[in-house]
């Protein structure tokens, strides 16, 4: 038997840090990258005799993420102590909930791989707080405990066993980080940790009805290892089970230099939570106009946005879905073609070359350096023909390094365009000059040699000639002669 006599099954637990200015339980503040250990007090570091006061902003966000995937919203809800000893959490417990979550029973679209469209099941979103963070001592060695991130607020957001392939997993985890972002709940820095995903895999037989064991991969931060995490786990199970094995239901490590998963604990250590109400908080009461009024507060969402595109600005069905994904850039395109009234050319810059500068510095949207008045004047200089595209390519690659206005980057360069008649002519008579295979083959009918004329005097430019006046002139000097 081989991989396709096998149904691959995903089920994925996201956790979220929600962007609250303050913990969950006291008033430190959440800023990530402080000094270790400068922002907690005898709340975050349970010191005894403390209480804990619930973050009214928590219980909204994690309302906004439920509203924003289809979940039902729980009017009674409470938190619950989950017991375990880790040298993290200092209090011995996480507070977090356990058979009434906030939300219940949601659903995230996605398009799997024929472009159909499919939902995926979200069984559950609860709030919690994080753990602290283990440094190693590179003095004493050892660790040492940093407690920063003690008390940060979470969303966890738990799916169904809904999705059959890698890259549904991928679309999942993407859309779904795309929603947070939207509706302003977290800023899924996945670098830093602050977007993260528990990853579920099992495989079965086709048409086997029963779900196979699952092992699950812990705390994945980048959607390249989730994907190679995922194939890499879909191949040893099935070469456990071909070898007339069993599934072992473990937690596993992915280890991304290797590119292998590593068992850290099985079933026979899993661990009972002793779960209890937290005694130190009331119960959770949301009325219906609470609900209501946090419905009517959400912002559009990426799905209502990209329709409207394909209407507003005639976008095409793949471009409004691209440009949607991050609401920084929809928005930085909205902005510049309010300016610009050239919808094709704005989204093309963002799509095109904004977009590559920022995967090939892996940069997030939101560290551009420049503003939409800068785009729109870029866009602008091209189109009254002040500089060529080339150019603007090389003016967008300087707005990076300093986020100058174009206009400026342009003087200082000296890389305004050639548009002078008697400059272009001169350029014109030599190259015709030194190519007359060129203006033999023109004459002969082929179009395309004009093309590469206008391309050798742009080399010889260095891109600045007015590439229209090129042409024009090319045509009108070989029918001269
Ligand atoms: P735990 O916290 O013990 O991991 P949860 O019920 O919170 O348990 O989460 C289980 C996750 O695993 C869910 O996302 C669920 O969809 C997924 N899952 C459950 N069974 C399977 C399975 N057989 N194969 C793949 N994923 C599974
Ligand atoms: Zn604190
Ligand atoms: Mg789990």
Known sequence: ???????????????????????????????????PNTQCCPICMAMPGTLPV?????????????????????????????????PDLPKSYQISQFDKPLCKTGYIEIENENGEKKNIGITRIHIEEDAGKLNHDDFGGGCLVDLNRAGVPLIEIVSEPDMRSSEEADKYLKKLKSILEYIEVSDCKMQE??????????????GETKLGTRTEMKNMNSFRSIIRGIEYEIDRQIEVIEAGG??????????????????????????DYRYFPDPDLGLIRLSEEYIEGIKKSLPELPESRKRRYLEEYNLTERDAKLITVSKYLSNLFEETVSKTKNAKASCNWILGDISRILNE??????????????????????????????????????MFENGEEPSKIIEEKGWVQISDEGAIKEVVLKILADNPQSVQDYKGGKDRAIGFLVGQAMKQTKGKANPQMLNTMFIEEINKM
């Not at 069993?246 to 661990?271: C, N, P, Y």
């Not at 870029?378 to 009254?384: F, P, R, T, V």
């Open 54 to 86: 619930l973050n009214e902003k928590v219980v909204e966000y994690a309302v906004r993420a439920g509203l924003a995937t289809n979940c039902s919203i729980e009017r009674n809800s409470k938190n619950d102590r989950k017991n375990y000893f880790y």
């Open 193 to 206: 940790g602050s977007f993260r995903a528990d990853v579920n895999v099992s495989v079965r037989k086709k």
């Open 1 to 35: 038997m081989s991989r396709e006599d096998y149904e691959v099954i995903i089920g994925l637990e996201v956790h979220a840090e929600l962007s609250t200015k303050t913990k969950i339980f006291c008033s430190c503040k959440t800023e990530f990258g402080g000094a």
């Open 361 to 398: 510095k892996e940069m997030e949207p939101n560290q551009i350096p420049f503003t939409s008045d800068n785009l729109a004047e870029l866009i602008i200089l091209i189109e009254k023909g002040t500089i060529s595209s080339a150019i603007a390519k090389k003016v967008l690659e300087e």
């Open 246 to 271: 069993k599934v072992e239901q473990e937690t596993l490590r992915w280890d991304d230099v290797s590119g292998k998963t590593f068992s850290m604990r099985d079933k026979e250590d899993a661990q």
